[in-house]
């Protein structure tokens, strides 16, 4: 797992993301979603640092986040008090009580690696919902991120909270493996009197999909596409699937 969900850069990564994302917004786009098919409790895996949680929660909703990173779920928890976050792995993990809706967010799709890492992932959702239950969640489209990060090199993020402006520069290189892999390198940085001060360095591998990839994978473990989204993020374009069992 990439260090940027560990010790440190859990902050960091809370801090930057702030700025990023309209947590607002992505509440209410999943929660449309949520709501449409009429589901009354929630999973989310890769809940971080409980963002998505707070807002859940304000609206009296039934919702348990799980996530990779303890550190992640350190700050989730202090944010969230009386919220239900389990460590644990999205490819290997068992609820005590069936759900209604999983929700994979954050491009947290990006980390399924393997072939089998996907399939397993999608065989322990299908378990974990009930016989009526959806799966939604994204990932990076390989068809137009690849080139994008052949055409920018390097990429620039800026972030600023509570009066501290955060960068990230990222550079991708796309690697020899069959699937659709990149090498991501990113140092993060503050700048104080056109000073560069460095605050972390991050690697880490991560996967990208096609549509019919996914379409496949969702087929192979049982599961039907009802709704496929195209949606642009801060900075990645992302195809979001709502899914069920065939």
Sequence with gaps: MANLYNGKMATIFDAMYQTFIDYDEEYYFYNSLIQEKNCKTILEIGSGTGNLAKRFLENNQNYTGLDYSQSMIAIAKERNKDCTFIHGDMRD????????????????????????????????????????????????????????????????????HEGITYYRGSSWKTTSAENFMLEWTAQYYTLKESVKEIIADDFSTVRVFTLNEIQLFLYLNGFEIINTIDRKTYAYDTFVIVARQK
Excluded: C, W
């Excluded at 068992?94 to 065989?123: A, C, P, W």
């Design 93 to 160: 993990f068992q609820l005590e009580n069936s759900v209604d809706s999983i929700l994979i967010t954050g491009r947290s799709t990006s980390y399924m690696i393997t072939n089998d890492d996907i399939n397993n992932t999608f065989k322990s959702i299908y378990k974990n919902l009930t016989s009526n239950g959806i799966l939604i969640f994204d990932f990076i489209d390989a068809n137009r991120y690849i080139p994008y990060t052949k055409e920018n090199p390097i990429i620039i993020h800026e972030a600023n």
